[in-house]
C-alpha cells in the first residue's frame, strides 16, 4: 500500500510562471490536505478538499492559488504567476474518515 | 486564538536523555493532539497522539502528557537515541467526528548526541 505520493519532489520555476503540484492519496483515502511549510517554520493549513469538493479553504491566499480533487487523478495545487515568497515546501495529506494524517513527502517549489 | 506556541525552538541531550517538548494552547475547542517527527527532506510522521480525557498517553518511548486546566501538554522521550535527532511538532485540531484542519506548532529541533 503505497503511501501519500508528491511529484514533483523538486519543482524551480521562474516569477510569473505557473506551478502545478500533485498529490495522490493513500488508498482507500478521501479527504486531502495541503499545506505549506517556510524554512524553519511549522506547517500552515490552506485547503481540505474531498473528491469533486473543496471542504474548507480559509488557509488559501484569495490570488493565484486554487486546488482541486476530481473525481478521476490525483489532486492538485495551482499557483500562478510565482513569487518569490512562494519559494516553500508544499506537504499534502490524506486521510480516512477518521483523525491520523499521514503526509506525503512534499514538494519543494523553488521561484528565482 | 487559533495559535499553538511550542518551545524550546531546538534542543540537544545526550544519548539515554530524556527531552521534553511543550506546546500550549489558548482554544478550547481543541480536542486531537497529535506530535509529528520530520527529518530533513521528508514528511511529517505521525508520532502518537491525545484527547483531552485522558491526562498521559505511552506509545514505546514515547509519551505525552496533557493538562486540561493550563491548556498545555508534553513530548517526553525515554531513552532517546542519535536516530531520535529531528524536527518535532505539535499539533492541534477541533472537528470532532471528522477529520480536520490541523494548526501546528512552530517546531523543536532535537539533537541526540552520543
Known amino acids: 500500500n503505497a503511501g501519500v505520493m508528491q511529484n514533483p519532489r523538486h519543482l524551480v520555476r521562474r516569477r510569473g510562471q505557473e506551478a502545478r503540484l500533485r498529490c495522490s492519496p493513500m488508498k482507500g483515502h478521501s479527504h486531502v490536505y495541503w499545506y505549506r511549510q517556510l524554512p524553519e517554520e511549522g506547517l500552515k493549513f490552506m485547503v481540505y478538499?474531498?473528491?469533486?469538493?473543496?471542504?474548507?479553504e480559509s488557509g488559501m491566499p484569495k490570488e493565484r492559488f486554487s486546488a482541486e480533487f476530481p473525481k478521476e487523478g490525483p489532486s492538485i495545487l495551482r499557483i500562478q504567476q510565482v513569487v518569490r515568497g512562494d519559494s516553500a515546501a508544499y506537504f499534502c495529506?490524506?486521510?480516512?474518515?477518521?483523525?491520523?494524517?499521514?503526509f506525503g513527502s512534499g514538494t519543494r517549489l523553488t521561484v528565482v | 486564538q487559533q495559535q499553538v506556541k511550542q518551545s524550546p525552538q531546538s534542543l540537544i541531550v545526550q544519548k539515554g536523555g530524556i527531552p521534553i517538548i511543550n506546546c500550549a494552547y489558548e482554544n478550547t475547542a481543541f480536542d486531537y493532539f497529535p506530535w509529528y517527527q520530520q527529518f530533513p527532506g521528508k514528511g511529517p510522521a505521525l508520532l502518537i497522539a491525545?484527547?483531552?480525557?485522558?491526562s498521559e498517553k505511552k506509545e514505546g518511548r514515547f509519551t505525552i502528557s496533557f493538562n486540561k486546566s493550563a491548556k498545555q501538554f508534553s513530548l517526553h522521550i525515554m531513552d532517546s537515541q542519535p536516530g531520535d535527532s529531528a524536527t518535532y511538532f505539535c499539533?492541534?485540531?477541533?472537528?470532532?467526528?471528522?477529520?480536520?484542519?490541523?494548526?501546528f506548532g512552530t517546531g523543536t529541533r532535537l539533537q541526540v548526541t552520543l
Open positions: 478538499l474531498q473528491k469533486e469538493n473543496i471542504i474548507d
Open positions: 491525545i484527547r483531552p480525557d485522558v
Open positions: 499539533a492541534a485540531s477541533s472537528s470532532t467526528g471528522t477529520a480536520s484542519k490541523l494548526t
Open positions: 495529506a490524506s486521510s480516512a474518515t477518521d483523525y491520523g494524517y499521514t
